[in-house]
């Protein structure tokens, strides 16, 4: 496949980042990494918003055309330039619980935890975390451990993209909620699992300790 030039502008602690770092490198794919200052507001740039009027990270610049929402970049990148459909798949039926799990991770994981917790904390200086935020992670591990049941990811026995978005997410969560091994067997086996993969750390490891750090620096009651 002919391939454009590939540009991927992010921030390490961001969770979406991460997750379209590792599809990238599951894809062997060369791209330019531009970081985005978030806090200094990078992302409100003129420049910026004229090629993602939603101006959030990451976003993906394929030779010229952009694409942002990381779950529409993973699926993109595989259909584009995957040399097989193991991490997408194109049966229906595999396909449908790939998307299930990736809704899940945005709506319920990255929006319903990560950013409910993120933005009064970041942008808002507020510095306590009501204990229902902290539930509604438990509840989420509560039907990843269901999810995962006996396999060995989480849409079967291969990695695919929803394994990616899931554990950015993850990994981020495990500083405000604690996976308990007794109660999350299969979460924890899984976390370890992915955790074990080439390169892990500086495509997530990395950035998910950043923003358990920045949550730590910022909350003083949970």
Known sequence: IAMGKLVLYGVEASPPVRACKM??????????????????????????????????????????????????????????????????????????VVDQRLHFESGVLFQGCIRNIAVPV??????????????????AYDFLEVFLGNQTYLCGP????????????????????AIDTKRYPKLNRWLERMAGQPEYQSLNGNGAQMLIDLFSSKITKI
């Open 122 to 139: 970041f942008y808002k200086n507020e510095t306590e975390v009501p204990r229902s935020k902290i539930d509604a992670i438990y509840e």
């Open 23 to 96: 599809t990238l490198d599951a894809l062997g794919l060369q791209y330019e990494y531009k970081l985005v200052n978030l806090l200094a507001g990078e992302h409100k740039t003129k420049e910026y918003t004229l090629k993602n009027p939603q101006h959030t990270v990451p976003m993906l610049e394929d030779d010229g055309k952009c694409i942002w929402e990381s779950h529409a970049i993973c699926a993109y990148l595989v259909r584009r330039y995957a040399k097989d459909d193991a991490l997408y798949p194109r049966d229906h039926f595999k396909r449908a």
């Open 158 to 177: 291969g990695i695919t993209i929803a394994d990616y978005s899931m554990v950015s997410s993850v990994s981020s969560l495990v500083g405000l909620a």
